[in-house]
C-alpha cells in the first residue's frame, strides 16, 4: 500500500511514503487474533452457528429465506425457499409473467404495505412513483455530475446521502415521512444510477454524455433501460426480463449483510438517507452483492482457457484447477455456487434460469447458458471430492444473473448498481419495522483479549 503515486511529486512525498511503509508492519500486528480466541470465547463469527446456520438477531414479517431444517440439533437439507409476506416468490414471478404484466412495483407495494394490491392500489402506487422519479432541481449537476466515480456504487451512496439535503423534513422518523421517503427512494434510485454511469463512461472513458430523464408511465425496468442507453431504445423482452431480476432480488430477509446494515443504523435513530446509503455500501462487497461480477469474471476465464466448453471432460478439469486454486483468482471458490442458507436451490436462481433460457437461444448466448448449467451440475461433486468436505450445494442467483444482464447488454459495471435498485424496496420495508417495532439500539457484545499495559511517557518509549 502507498499513500501516493510512484510518481512522486516532491522529496517530501517519497519521505512520507517511507515514514508509512515503517508503521506498515506495527499495524499488521496491531489487527492480528488468533484463530482459538474465537473458539474459547464461543463467538459466533459472522453471526453463525458452527454449523453455518444463522444466529436469531430479530423478528421480521417481510420476508424468509429457508433452505435447511434443523431436526434435533442437525441440519438437514431441504429445497429453497423465498417468500415476500408470505407469498413464495415462484408464485409471484409466474403469476405476472402469466398476466403479461411487469412485477417488481407489485413486489415493493407487497413489501410496503403488507398485502398484494388490488388493481386500483397498483395504479396508484405506480403513479405515485412516476411522479417521484424526476430527481430535485440541478441534482444531476451539482450532485452526479460534479466528482465522478470509477465506482457507480460508491456515486449510488453519496447521491442517496445527499438527498437528504433535498429534503425539508429529513430526519423526521414517523411512519408517514419514512413511507415517503421510500418511494422515493425507490423511484429515483434508478435513475441515479443509470445517469451516474453515463458521466463515469464520460470522464473515464471519453464516450459522449447522453444524460436521459424517466417517462411518466414507464415502468422501473423500462424507465432504467431508457436512461442508461444511449440511444434510450429497449425491447418488451429485454424490460420484462430485467423486471424479472428486479423481482427476485427485491427483498432476502434480515439477516443478509445490507439489510442488517440498514436495520443496525435504523435502530439508532438515524436518518433513511443515512441507512440506505450504508445498505450500499454494505451490497458493494464481492462477498455480497459484488459476487455477481466475480461469477462473469471466472466465467470469461474459463471460456479463455478452455478450448472447447462442450467438451465435459475439459470444463470438469478446469472446475478442479479453480477448486485448488490453480485457476482464476486462485481463492478456490467456484464463484455462483453455494450459499450460507439455501442448500438444495436457490429459488431466484431457480426463477432467472427458467425465464433466461429462450432469450439465450434468441440472441446467441445457448453455448454460454450451457456451460453456466455444467458449472451447476459439476461443482457440488467435485467440490466434496476435491475439497474432502462433505456440503450441500446449489448454484445461487449470482450464477445466472451475470449472464442474464449481458444477454440484456448492460454493462458489467452495473451488475452491483441493479442488485442495489432492486434490494433498495426491502431494505426501506425493513428499516420501517426495525424502527416501528423493536425500539432498541442493536448493540451485540465483543470480548476483549488484550491485557492491561503500563503507561511510559514519550522520552521513555524505545523506538
Known amino acids: 500500500m502507498q499513500l501516493y503515486s510512484k510518481n512522486y511529486t516532491s522529496d517530501h512525498d517519497e519521505k512520507i511514503e517511507r515514514e508509512f511503509q515503517s508503521m506498515l508492519n506495527d499495524a499488521r500486528s496491531a489487527y492480528v487474533i488468533p484463530k482459538q480466541a474465537f473458539d474459547s470465547y464461543r463467538v459466533k463469527r459472522g453471526l ?147 445517469q451516474s454511469y453515463a458521466v463515469y463512461k464520460n470522464a473515464f472513458y471519453d464516450k459522449s454524455l447522453n444524460i436521459h430523464n424517466p417517462k411518466d408511465n414507464l415502468s422501473t425496468a423500462e424507465n432504467f433501460l431508457r436512461v442508461m442507453r444511449s440511444d434510450k431504445s429497449y425491447s418488451e423482452e429485454e424490460a420484462r426480463l430485467l423486471d424479472l431480476c428486479l423481482a427476485v432480488h427485491a427483498e432476502h430477509g434480515g439477516g443478509n449483510c445490507s439489510t442488517f446494515t440498514c436495520r443496525v443504523l435504523s435502530s439508532s435513530g438515524t436518518d433513511t438517507y443515512s441507512a440506505i446509503s450504508a445498505a450500499i455500501g454494505a451490497l458493494k462487497g464481492p462477498r455480497h452483492g459484488g459476487a455477481n461480477i466475480k461469477v462473469q469474471e471466472m466465467f470469461d476465464d474459463l471460456k479463455a482457457n478452455v478450448d472447447d466448453i462442450t467438451d465435459d471432460a475439459k470444463v470438469k478439469n478446469y472446475i478442479v484447477k ?121 448493540r451485540p457484545g465483543y470480548k476483549c483479549i488484550s491485557k492491561p499495559r503500563i503507561y511510559q511517557a514519550l522520552e521513555e518509549r524505545e523506538g
Not at 55 to 79: F, M, P, Q, S
Not at 108 to 119: S, V
Not at 362 to 367: D, F, I, L, M, P
Request: proline share 4%; net charge negative.
Open 48 to 194: 453463525r452457528e458452527s454449523d453455518g446456520s444463522s444466529v436469531t438477531a430479530g423478528v421480521t414479517r417481510i420476508g424468509n429465506v429457508h433452505g435447511y431444517v434443523l431436526n434435533e440439533g442437525d441440519k438437514w437439507a431441504d429445497e429453497g425457499r423465498l417468500e415476500y409476506r408470505g407469498y413464495e416468490i415462484s408464485t409471484l414471478v409466474n403469476n405476472f409473467v402469466k398476466e403479461d404484466r411487469f412485477g417488481f412495483e407489485e413486489c415493493a407495494f407487497l413489501l410496503f404495505f403488507g398485502h398484494l394490491p388490488d388493481k386500483t392500489e397498483l395504479e396508484e402506487f405506480n403513479d405515485i412513483l412516476s411522479a417521484y422519479r424526476r430527481l430535485p432541481p440541478r441534482f444531476t449537476e451539482d450532485i452526479i455530475m460534479k466528482a465522478p466515480s470509477r465506482s457507480i456504487m460508491n456515486k449510488m451512496s453519496s447521491a442517496v446521502l445527499s438527498l437528504y439535503a433535498y429534503d425539508d423534513n429529513p430526519d423526521e422518523t414517523s411512519l408517514d415521512n419514512m413511507l415517503h421517503q421510500s418511494m422515493e427512494l425507490v423511484a429515483r434510485l434508478p435513475v441515479i444510477a443509470a
Open 322 to 442: 479453480i477448486l485448488k486454486g490453480e485457476a482464476y483468482d486462485g481463492s478456490g471458490l467456484v464463484y455462483g455456487m453455494g450459499h450460507a442458507i439455501y442448500t438444495k436451490s436457490d429459488p431466484r436462481a431457480v426463477m432467472l434460469k427458467k425465464y433466461a433460457r429462450d432469450l439465450a437461444e434468441k440472441k446467441g448466448y445457448g453455448n454460454d447458458f450451457a456451460l453456466l448449467e455444467k458449472i451447476e451440475q459439476y461443482t457440488p461433486e467435485l467440490f466434496c471430492e476435491y475439497k474432502g468436505i462433505e456440503k450441500d450445494m446449489c448454484a445461487n442467483v449470482d450464477l445466472y444473473s451475470g449472464l442474464v444482464y449481458r444477454m440484456l447488454d448492460i454493462p458489467v459495471e452495473m451488475y452491483t448498481p441493479l442488485f442495489a435498485i432492486a434490494r433498495v424496496a426491502g431494505w426501506c420495508a425493513h428499516r420501517m419495522e426495525e424502527y416501528c417495532t423493536s425500539n432498541k439500539i442493536i
